[in-house]
């Protein structure tokens, strides 16, 4: 069982339109609400593709209910926190081309009994999981160490741990140790390990400075332009041979998913040049089927499969 932690849920709201123009009014074709957040579609994507995954979240107590209810009707396994702290708003505009632009409350951090419960909510599920995910944003006010603490408890309950977080609360997790970290170029950057603000560092820096700092494998994901992985004396990029068009929202909730399930499966890390060649060709073909849906947290297996025969392998000088 993968369990995946949302330390900043959301309300995800999409509104379908045929083009976006600033300045201008625009009528909304179609309109999706749903639970969200990035564990969240990462739970989402798991369950759709027949792994077990039980979402954890924290949620304000105004939402809590339709929260739950439509988890429920998604078939998402959950343990949901009940927060005093509304839950905040994400909104994705959606065109005909199917890019997206995102606005993104930065939601509000709750007290920390809140972070507690949900440890303890991670302790009760610890005994039939093997895999945590910790994903996405803090809430405005959140503890700089939350996400360290929260590795720290997985650890502890003998669980390997996937973080695609990125900035202080990443610099901070490290110390911890995690099993593997994902974080998107700009997500790690903002770590600032090592180099000076005034230089942009290579993808080979960044990828020694996590592992450098701590984190056993590291894969640093940049668009278009694929994923980069170092572990151990393993150095690869990945990449899919033609570019999609789309929303890419879910892109990366996608790529985590697929890591955590393989660490799921095979105990572990990947061991070997091969075994990661495989692993990461699956996580860039979930993450680019993703891309072909309208909402973020569904993946369509035949595209997986479809889309596997376009991934290119090629060792990468870290």
């Known amino acids: ?117 949900m440890v303890e909510a991670l302790a009760a599920l610890a005994p039939k999981a093997s895999v945590v995910t910790i994903s996405g944003s803090l809430p405005a006010g959140a503890p700089d160490d939350l996400v360290e603490r929260l590795t720290k408890e997985a650890h502890r309950a003998g669980l390997h741990v996937v973080l695609d977080v990125g900035g202080r609360a990443l610099a901070r997790a490290l110390r911890a140790r995690p099993t593997l970290v994902k974080p998107n170029r700009s997500e790690a950057e903002a770590t600032q390990l090592g180099w000076p603000r005034t230089l942009s560092p ?46 890419a929202t879910g892109a990366g909730d996608a790529l985590t998913a697929s890591l955590a399930a393989d660490i799921e499966t095979l105990g572990g890390p990947p061991q070997g040049r091969d075994a990661w060649a495989e692993v990461l060709m699956r996580a860039v073909a979930w993450s680019a089927a993703a891309v072909l849906q309208p909402i973020a947290g569904v993946v369509n297996p035949t595209d997986i499969e479809r889309l596997m025969a376009s991934v290119e392998v090629e060792e990468s000088l870290v």
């Open 1 to 117: 069982m993968i369990v995946t932690l949302t330390p900043n849920p959301a309300i995800d709201i999409t509104y379908a339109v045929p083009t976006v123009t600033l300045g201008e009014s625009h009528r909304v074709a179609e309109v999706h609400e749903r639970a969200g957040g990035k564990g969240i579609n990462v739970a989402s994507v798991l369950t759709g593709l027949g792994r077990h995954a039980v979402a954890v979240a924290q949620i304000g107590a105004d939402d809590l209910a339709a929260f739950a209810t439509d988890l429920s009707d998604r078939g998402l396994s959950h343990r949901l926190v009940e927060s005093p702290r509304r839950t905040r708003r994400s909104v994705a505009v959606v065109d005909d081309r199917g890019e997206a632009t995102l606005f993104n409350e930065a939601g509000e951090a709750p007290p920390d009994s809140v972070w507690m419960r």
């Open 202 to 247: 290579t993808t080979a820096d960044l990828l020694l400075a996590l592992v450098d700092h701590g984190a056993e494998a590291a894969v640093v994901s940049d668009g278009v332009n694929g994923i980069q992985l170092l572990h151990d004396d393993v150095q690869l990029r990945a990449w899919l041979r033609e570019p999609l068009r789309g929303n």
